[in-house]
């Protein structure tokens, strides 16, 4: 455990000790926990995460009040949406590998370039195809069952369009 043996005293806004009051963060109770997470979250804001299973525990953290929200409001409604769910969980992955960027990037090798693009674009293709696969049934699993199919149809065009392309032989 860390020794906690500096001493530090704030004057807050009525504004800012009723929202430090009503705070939640993990394992805080008092306002000198809460304030100890801040300054915690601050941190790790600041400093990018050194490993890809650290930059993907930050991404959690950031998406879980969103997840948290969703399952709430779901839960609240009797409803459900694996749309919105897988979706949410895509924006954590694309984050993570944001995140893990920095520290990833730093010497500038073309391989971690490489790596890190084809994680981008993994991602990216993994939900496209997801969507592809939601959009083709006219009922996707979500609170607006069409919601998908007429935005991928919308797309319909585009994909014609890169299908004859990619069908049209190579010029010389």
């Known amino acids: ?4 043996n500096t001493p530090l005293s704030v004057r807050l ?3 800012d000790a009723l929202f430090l009051a009503g705070l939640e963060l993990e394992g805080a109770v008092t306002a000198s926990d809460k304030v100890r997470g801040l300054i915690r979250q601050a941190r790790q804001r600041a400093q990018a995460p050194a490993t890809w299973d650290a930059a993907l525990a930050a991404a959690h953290d950031i998406a879980a009040p969103a997840l948290k929200a969703l399952r709430t409001a779901e839960l609240a409604s009797d409803r ?5 769910l897988a979706l949410t969980t895509a924006v954590e992955e694309l984050l993570a590998v944001l995140l893990a960027a920095p520290a990833e990037l730093a010497g500038g090798d073309p391989q971690a370039l490489a ?3 084809a ?3 993994d991602a990216a293709a993994r939900l496209t195809e997801q969507m592809l696969r939601w959009g083709v049934t006219p009922s996707a699993p979500a609170y607006d069952p069409t919601i998908v199919s ?3 149809a919308a797309l319909g065009e585009l994909t014609r369009l890169i299908t004859a392309a990619a069908d049209r032989p190579a010029s010389a």
């Open 13 to 15: 806004s009525e504004e």
């Open 80 to 84: 459900h949406s694996t749309v919105a």
């Open 119 to 121: 994680r981008l674009v």
């Open 115 to 117: 790596r890190h693009e």
């Open 1 to 4: 455990m860390v020794a906690l």
């Open 150 to 152: 007429r935005r991928v």
